[in-house]
Every structure is written in C-alpha cells, then in structure tokens.
C-alpha cells in the first residue's frame, strides 16, 4: 500500500544515514552491521565506556569479529580507524558518499 507515513514519538533515537541502508547494509554481514548501528548509537552516548571488548560484550559477538567487522568498514570507506603502536585509539564515521555508477 502506498502513502504510508512512519513516525515515533521516541525522541531518543539513533539516526542511520539512507546510503549505508541503500548501498552497504545489503552488502555486509550481519555482524558487521550490527557493529556499525552500536557505533551509531555510541556517539549519543560520548561519556560511555567504550572499546573492542565492550562493544563485543554489547552484540555478544567476538573481540575478533568486532575488530574483523571494523576492518571491513575501513576497507569500503566507512569508517577510519586511528591506531597507535597497534593500538585502536579511535574510530571516525566518515560521511557515506555513494558512486551512483557501482553496481
């Protein structure tokens, strides 16, 4: 049925850009887009403890999935990933700018 309208009266809301739903989310497993929604979240949340384990805590997934799910966001420009001496220290979201031309 068409003219469908979507609402919440929730305010506390996690907003997920339209092209990582168009264009990566299809693409990617579902670990790994569950990781990208929990960062998502995570920076309405700034003061939260946060790093590997905790976030492999949260999806109840592995420290090895979180990072393999963070390099596979770094890989497709998703994501930029700050290390020092082989230590995470950061993670940027990047704005997700799609090439209407790849399949």
Do not use: H, Q
Request: charged share 20%; hydrophobic share 40%; glycine share 6%.
């Amino acid at each position: 049925m068409d003219g469908i309208s979507v609402y919440s009266e929730d305010t506390r809301t996690t907003l997920v850009p339209n092209e990582f739903i168009d264009y990566y989310m299809p693409r990617a497993n579902g670990t790994f887009v569950k990781v990208y929604l929990y960062l998502l979240r995570c920076l309405t949340a700034p003061g939260a403890g946060f790093g590997i384990s905790v976030i492999a805590d949260a999806l109840e997934e592995t420290e090895k999935d979180i990072i393999r799910a963070l390099s596979y966001w770094e890989k497709n420009n998703v994501l930029s990933l700050t290390k020092e001496a082989d230590s995470l220290t950061g993670i940027t979201l990047l704005d997700l700018n799609v090439d209407p031309s790849l399949p």
